[in-house]
């Protein structure tokens, strides 16, 4: 199947800091990113949906001034979280799908990057 | 307004016994069905995906899911179980009309013995 990578797989950080996370998707063209929200022992919540060279939508309750997210190419989307807080701490996971034919394919998904904010 | 439920958050079975995750979906167009797989600490591996072809999906790792319409449901099962097979499931729902976008279900814990 298809590679996707994120970068950190973790990150520590100070409240009131910014952290960045990368989504790249290594071996296809994304025209969709998403990113995602798992909190321990529970299932995968949709945080905002982006496509390249548009503003991502947000879910429902998903501050995007608080959760920043850029898709500046085919193969990368960033989310920022700034100003971190410790309710921010949660296991992130990015996802992507590309088009072929104009039919739309499968979501992968990244390895997710775990952020623990004190 | 499309859903998923998985009937067990957790399942027990021993090596080498017949693994069943329950899932049942609501869409009220036609669905699309994946069963994904999320080891510890991991991102989510799909496991097999159903999108109108054949009924009966084959996946990686021994795993298939049958797509009953009748019963609304998409169970996921495999002959043997194996110790790497412990893992968390999620079975989840995606339709056409609803921008494709993946609704998840609550997952289901699987545990393998010895």
């Known amino acids: 199947g298809a590679v996707v990578s994120q970068h950190p797989s973790r990150v520590i950080c100070k409240s009131g800091t910014s952290v960045k996370i990368e989504c790249r998707s290594l071996d296809f063209q994304a025209t969709t990113m998403f990113w995602y929200r798992q909190f321990p022992k529970q299932s995968l919540m949709l945080m905002a949906t982006s496509n390249e060279g548009s503003k991502a939508t947000y879910e429902q309750g998903v501050e995007k001034d608080k959760f920043l997210i850029n898709h500046a190419s085919l193969t990368l989307s960033t989310l920022t979280v700034t100003s971190a807080h410790p309710e921010d701490s949660s296991f992130y996971i990015c996802?992507?799908?590309?088009?072929?034919?104009?039919?739309?394919?499968?979501?992968?998904f990244g390895p997710g990057t775990r952020l623990l904010v004190l | 307004a499309q859903s998923v439920t998985q009937l067990d958050s957790h399942v027990s079975v021993s090596e080498g016994t017949p693994v069943l995750l329950r899932c049942n979906y609501s869409s009220s167009y036609s669905p699309s069905l994946f069963w994904y797989v999320q080891h510890p600490n991991k991102g989510l591996q799909l496991l097999l995906k159903y999108t109108s072809a054949a009924t009966l999906v084959k996946g990686i790792n021994g795993f298939e899911a049958e797509f009953k319409k009748s019963e609304t449901s998409f169970h996921l099962t495999k002959p043997s179980a194996h110790m790497s097979d412990a893992a968390e499931y999620f079975c989840?729902?995606?339709?056409?009309?609803?921008?494709?976008?993946?609704?998840f279900g609550t997952g289901t814990q699987l545990k393998v013995e010895l």
């Open positions: 996802s992507a799908r590309g088009t072929s034919g104009g039919l739309v394919e499968t979501q992968y």
């Open positions: 989840v729902v995606s339709f056409t009309g609803g921008g494709n976008k993946l609704t």
